[in-house]
C-alpha cells in the first residue's frame, strides 16, 4: 500500500508530525508533512518538513545544524498523525530550546479530580 493510500493527509495534503527524542521520549516539537517531505524524510533518515508559513519544505537542521535522525516512524489509529522517534543533535526548538514545550501552563499541574 502506498504512503498516499495509508495515511490520511488533512485539505491541504498535510499531515501533524509529532517528534519525539527515542532516549528520553521527551516530545521535542510537532510539525507537519506533507507527502513529499515525509519521503524525503524516508529516504535521508533526517527529518523534512512542510512549512506552512514558507510554503516550501525545510530539512530540520540546514540553518541551526541541529539535525534529527530518524529511528522509527509509528502511524497513529486513525492514521491521521505520524510519531516521528529521532536521535537528536542539538537543540529541536528554534529558541535555542531542547524542545519547543518548555513552558508550563499556568495551573495545569493542579491535582485533578478522577471522573465519576
Not at 9 to 21: H, T
Not at 59 to 82: M, P
Not at 83 to 103: D, E, I, N, W
Amino acid at each position: 500500500m502506498s504512503l498516499k493510500n495509508s495515511l490520511k493527509f488533512d485539505s491541504s495534503g498535510l499531515i501533524p508530525a509529532i517528534i519525539q527524542d527515542i532516549q528520553t521520549k521527551d516530545v521535542l516539537m510537532v510539525a507537519y508533512m506533507n507527502l513529499e517531505s515525509l519521503g524525503k524524510t524516508l529516504e535521508t533518515g533526517m527529518t523534512h518538513f512542510f512549512s506552512r508559513s514558507r510554503k516550501k519544505l525545510w530539512l530540520k537542521g540546514e540553518t541551526s545544524g541541529h539535525f534529527q535522525l530518524v529511528k522509527e516512524i509509528r502511524i497513529d489509529c486513525d492514521a491521521d498523525a505520524i510519531l516521528v522517534k529521532v536521535h537528536q543533535k542539538g537543540k529541536a526548538c528554534h529558541t535555542g530550546h531542547r524542545s519547543c514545550f518548555y513552558r508550563l501552563l499556568k495551573n495545569s499541574k493542579k491535582r485533578q479530580k478522577k471522573p465519576t
